[in-house]
């Protein structure tokens, strides 16, 4: 069984997606162990984005994911962080096929609506930054 760290960026949050997107991975099957709408602080969002530091667009996510609020979750099933990855669609808005969360509902690379762990390591890491243990139900 593997859990996912999940995240409705402020765009999704201000479109009043929340509940179109946890019903998705809710009839998916998967099963939600941690939800908390929250604000992202500097530091959380410098750890969470560590890669991609130094990218064109990177101040912009920086300012964008601290902007307001985000619903943070985590997820747990079988194969939850590729199949979270399918269910949410490309990265590159224009790729993203319809059915997925971005093909469906999102227009610019920048504002996708949602994130999702790219990895078992990431998967770790991510719900340490948002998370305390004690919050996984
Ligand atoms: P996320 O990590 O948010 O789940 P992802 O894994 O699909 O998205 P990444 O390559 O990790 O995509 O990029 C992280 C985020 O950075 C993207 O979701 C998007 O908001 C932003 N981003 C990535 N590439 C671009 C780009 N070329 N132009 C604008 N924003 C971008
Ligand atoms: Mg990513």
Do not use: C
Request: hydrophobic letters at 40%; proline letters at 4%.
């Amino acid at each position: 069984m593997e859990r996912t760290y999940l995240m409705i960026k402020p765009d999704g949050v201000q479109r009043g997606l929340i509940g179109d997107i946890v019903s998705r991975f809710e009839r998916k099957g998967f099963t939600l162990i941690a939800s908390k709408l929250m604000v992202v602080t500097r530091e959380q969002a410098e750890k969470h984005y560590a890669e991609h530091h130094g990218r064109p667009y990177y101040d912009d996510l920086m300012s964008f994911i601290t902007s307001a609020p985000v619903f943070a979750m985590v997820w747990e099933g079988d194969q939850v962080i590729a199949l979270s990855r399918i269910m949410m669609g490309k990265t590159n808005t224009l790729e993203a096929q319809p059915g997925t969360i971005r093909g469906d509902y999102a227009v610019h690379t920048n504002r996708n609506l949602i994130h999702g762990s790219d990895s078992p390591e990431n998967a770790v890491r991510e719900i340490g930054i948002f998370f305390e243990p004690h919050e996984l139900l």
